[in-house]
């Protein structure tokens, strides 16, 4: 790993709501970045916006984070040496600098705000850590639709700083070394380097994420992703998961290296293997990834995942012991891609009811049902209730009568599960136990 004690870097939301998809992107490649430097996370809130900000999106925004994992090292919660962590609480030192820049002639009144003289002939060019060299003179700084020269206010009419200002002031006193954002303020970089050197102050490393695109190659919309990472939980994706998915969206972790940990992904971070095309946010991935990890969990782990899903369907997960319900969940070798449709995939475990209102048995023929019931009665009576056993007497039976095996095989489980598709299906019977299955199958009137 990297050591370099010295690396700060910030993630700093707006609360005016929910820790959203692309903010948690954001978040946890600044994460990464301290973390394989043994720097230092800072979490800054921006909370200048009068009107919508609010100290319950500010605790949303961070129980957020913690969800996914992103532990930082100072911020409003925890303080630090560098605080106020909230802009709200830091305005003197907005208007401090802001006077200073008064006083040497950098800026003008206009009535209550302070707006700072964007002079021309600037070479305002920056070398950002993912887009390499950008080119910027301070005479593309102009009115929209005029070649003037549109200056930058400092501090609004209303006494509050602007994004463009107060981001400088906070990054410097707080010592950010790198600031790793959005590629949507690529624009505001030059207009921030004038403020670092009207104020002589250094400026620090910048690196630019990525744009996140939908399936459609177009923005985000909400309806594509641009939501909170609470809806992610809530459909039964894991924390790992989106941690995992996250990290891929604009990294290359390696050769085929696609399912990680959070400490596999710390030492393998580097600015350097950011991407500059747009990443795309891809359902199907993230399945794939949460299918990943839910199948490295252990038995009782995956079964805390599972439960809230099964109380929600109403199903009487009390009745059950945890070994048995997590030997359950075991038994389905992986299928499932959230925690949510591994609920759903194993209700018939847990109660009869799901079943019956997925299947009536009404297409089973008189003929049929003559075989079946043959068939049913000698498989319930036998000794060795094993997966092994069952099979075996299966293939038997029908070897001796000519017959195909899933033509008993399919009934059976559509009387046991109500669904085509199950674990096998002996595996199932045993996991049920002899008599559930002989009341399932008579309900049917199959025994």
């Known amino acids: 790993m990297t050591e370099n004690k010295n690396v700060r870097v910030r993630f700093a939301p707006s609360p005016t709501g929910a820790l959203h998809i692309g903010g948690g992107h954001t978040a946890l490649f600044n994460w990464l970045w301290a973390r394989h430097t043994g720097g230092r996370f800072i979490l800054r809130v921006e909370d200048t916006d009068r009107v919508r900000s609010t100290k319950e999106y500010e ?74 060299r950008i080119e910027s003179m301070s005479d593309g700084l102009k009115e929209k639709d005029s070649e003037k020269l549109k200056d930058i206010v400092l501090i609004k009419s209303d006494g509050m700083p602007t994004y463009n200002y107060a981001v400088v002031v906070d990054d410097h006193l707080m010592a950010i070394t790198h600031v790793i954002r959005g590629e949507d303020h ?23 994420l990525p744009m996140i695109l939908g399936k459609d190659k177009k923005k985000l919309s909400k309806r594509l ?11 039964g994706y894991m924390p790992d998961s989106v941690f995992n998915f996250l990290a891929l969206l604009g990294w290359f972790a390696g050769d085929d290296h ?34 990943e990890h839910l199948k490295r969990l252990d038995p009782m782990t995956r079964l805390a995942m599972v439960r809230p899903f099964w109380e929600a369907m109403g199903l009487p997960v009390k009745e059950h012991g945890d070994e048995w319900l997590a030997e359950a969940l075991t038994l389905m070798e992986g299928r499932g891609r959230t925690a949510r449709e591994m609920a759903e995939f194993t209700d018939y475990f847990l109660s009869f009811e799901p079943v019956k209102a997925r299947w009536d048995g009404s297409a089973l023929t008189a003929d049929e049902r003559g075989l079946l019931k043959e068939f049913f009665a000698a498989m319930t009576s036998l000794s060795d209730w094993t997966p092994a056993g069952l099979e075996a007497f299966a293939r038997s039976w029908t070897a001796e009568r000519n017959v195909k095996m899933k033509d008993y095989a399919m009934p059976l489980r559509w009387a046991l599960t109500g669904m085509k598709v199950s674990p096998g299906i002996f595996d199932v019977a045993v996991h049920l136990g002899r008599d559930e299955v002989k009341r399932r199958l008579s309900h049917y009137g199959l025994i």
Not at 88 to 111: I, T, W
Not at 186 to 199: E, H, W
Not at 273 to 283: E, I, Q, S, W
């Open 258 to 291: 696609e399912i990680f940990t959070r400490q596999e992904a710390a030492d393998l971070f580097e600015l350097s293997r950011v991407t500059r095309k747009p990443a795309v946010l891809d359902v199907d991935k993230l399945n794939f990834i949460n299918q």
């Open 225 to 235: 992703g641009a939501t909170s990472v609470y809806e992610y939980r809530d459909l």
């Open 186 to 208: 690529i624009s505001n970089t030059p207009k921030q380097i004038l403020i670092y050197r009207a104020l002589g102050w250094e400026t620090p490393r910048f690196a630019h």
């Open 59 to 132: 605790e949303t925004i961070m129980s957020g984070m913690r969800w996914l994992g992103l532990d930082w090292d100072e911020g409003p919660d925890r303080g630090g040496d560098y605080g106020p962590y909230r802009q709200s609480e830091r305005l003197d030192l907005y208007r401090q600098y802001a006077r200073q820049l008064l006083d040497e002639g950098r800026a003008y009144r206009d009535g209550e705000a302070i707006v700072f003289k964007v002079e021309p002939g600037q070479d305002l060019s920056f070398d950002d850590c993912v887009y390499g």
